[in-house]
């Protein structure tokens, strides 16, 4: 059965826990450093090994990511935070256990806006902590050895944890997408899938349609692609609808993505809740930070992506989609702004920017860089062409030429390739008419389709410099006469 059949009996309740690795130079408590490719074992230190007598220290650039993200997502900051001990055993995590935030978290509520099927989601937090990274493990079935590798040992993590309020395993990715993209907006870490820098753990239960109980839960772990999310999800949604079904009850449990399978699996069941004995770190002094420091960092919080496309859908009347488009990056989002900010049409902006810019970065598979064409050279060439000084295909072909030559757009347009002020028009369309007497005559006989022929005729004539408009308007007085 499919995901929206089981819909129509069955509500879906998703909460996610999404860990964000941040970019910081060091270690979240040491300034030793981490780097995604290292060779196993060459960034560490004695506070990252858990050496006994090493003591913690908390970097101040992951409580400033921390507070940004705060701000973004319009929760609460708090002044006042400390940091608690999660107890577990794995062999990579040394001490035995994780330093991370428990009642007292730096960030608590805010909430996150997303589309869906069209229509605008708050996706409600209930908190985002800060907390270290473990190790690595690597298991080798051949040799039945495992080896660990804790370079990523005590990298920094924010935690972001949403009520259950997800109903849809697409609505699930969707908003790890949209963490994706304000963590790239704020710039407190690129949040590479790839390379394991944003993971995500998906709780999901069922509930008779429209009951507003919670059934009961499961989690899956450590899911590491957009695609995943909603394919993990909806394979324990199966699972769970086909116990349902069969008049049985779910079990709490913990389960793993099978990525060669396409399903989900138990990894165990769950009798009673996780008991990580948290406690206070006593190496750690609660940490009370000053209100102008709040206010700083808040300060520099950008325009975020769904300021932008409401903006936009409301100001400048663009299409949810445009605006899905032009917010992707900071990048583009700001160069269109400035683009518009030439007093050039929005719609015209976004389809030179999202059609045709897009195509060029593409073509080299690169991401977009507003230096490639500035904003002033592509309103001059969006003028050119309403003023019928260019054709649209001109105009692309500059655009082409200035992404890829680097020359400014006036230095393109005194070459004269593009240019058809030299050319007489009129005359050009005198001597295509009378070379062309037979169709004129079946023209002027009610043959109206014979206009694209003359078209193609003056193109021919005017290599395509000049407009359409302007031919078929000179071209249909000829035709009168
Ligand atoms: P746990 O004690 O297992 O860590 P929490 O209550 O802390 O559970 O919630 C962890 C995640 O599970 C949160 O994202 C939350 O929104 C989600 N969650 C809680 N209850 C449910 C439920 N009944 N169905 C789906 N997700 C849920
Ligand atoms: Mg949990």
């Known amino acids: 059965m499919n995901i929206n059949e089981i819909n129509k009996n069955w509500d879906f309740t998703i909460g996610l826990e999404i860990h964000v690795q941040l970019d910081c130079n060091s270690k979240i408590f040491s300034n030793c450093q981490y780097e995604y490719e290292n060779s196993p074992n060459s960034l560490t230190c004695p506070t990252s090994l858990g050496l006994p007598g090493a003591l913690p220290n908390v970097n101040q650039s992951a409580i400033e990511s921390a507070i940004m993200f705060g701000k973004a997502v319009n929760g609460k900051i708090s002044k006042n935070f400390t940091f608690a001990r999660k107890h577990y055993f794995y062999p990579d995590l040394p001490k035995g256990y994780q330093i991370s935030q428990f009642d007292q978290p730096i960030i608590s509520g805010g909430s996150v806006p997303i589309w869906w099927n069209e229509k605008e989601f708050n996706i409600d937090l209930t908190r985002a902590h800060l907390e270290e990274d473990s190790g690595k493990s690597f298991h080798n079935n051949d040799s039945k050895k495992s080896n660990v590798d804790y370079n990523r040992s005590g990298a920094a993590l924010i935690e972001i944890v949403t009520e259950p309020v997800i109903v849809h395993p697409e609505q699930a990715k969707i908003f790890m997408q949209r963490i994706k993209q304000i963590v790239n907006y704020i710039n407190i870490s690129k949040a590479e899938m790839e390379k394991g820098k944003l993971r995500c753990d998906a709780n999901i239960s069922l509930s008779k349609k429209g009951s507003g109980k919670f059934g009961v839960k499961t989690e899956i ?145 690169t991401v977009f860089d507003s230096s490639k064409v500035e904003a002033k050279d592509l309103k001059i060439l969006i003028d050119e062409i309403k003023k019928n000084k260019i054709t649209q295909n001109s105009g692309k072909e500059i655009l082409r030429a200035l992404f890829e030559t680097g020359k400014n757009i006036s230095e393109i347009l005194q070459s004269g390739d593009f240019d058809s002020s030299d050319m007489n028009i009129t005359e050009i369309i005198e001597n295509v008419l009378s070379d062309c007497q037979n169709e004129v005559l079946r023209y002027k006989n009610g043959e109206d389709k014979l206009i694209g022929f003359f078209i193609g005729q003056v193109n021919k004539e005017t290599k395509g410099k000049v407009s359409h408009e ?9 035709l009168k006469d």
């Open 221 to 365: 772990k450590n899911i590491n692609s957009f695609r995943n999310v909603q394919r993990a999800i909806e394979s324990e949604i199966i699972r769970q609808n086909k116990i349902l079904n069969d008049g049985k009850e779910v079990q709490q449990a913990t389960l793993t993505w099978n990525n060669d399978k396409n399903v989900a699996e138990i990894m165990r069941i769950k009798e009673n809740a996780d008991d990580y004995r948290y406690f206070p770190d006593p190496d750690l002094p609660p940490v009370s930070l000053e209100k102008s420091f709040i206010e700083d960092i808040k300060s520099s919080v950008p325009i975020l992506p769904f300021e932008y496309e409401k903006k936009w859908m409301n100001k400048y009347n663009l299409s949810l989609n445009e605006c899905m488009i032009l917010s992707s990056s900071k990048d583009i989002a700001k160069y269109f702004e400035e683009v518009v900010g030439l007093d050039v049409s929005p719609k015209k902006a976004s389809t030179w920017v999202s059609t045709e810019l897009f195509r060029l970065f593409n073509e080299i598979n």
């Open 470 to 478: 302007v031919i078929i308007a000179e071209l249909s007085k000829k």
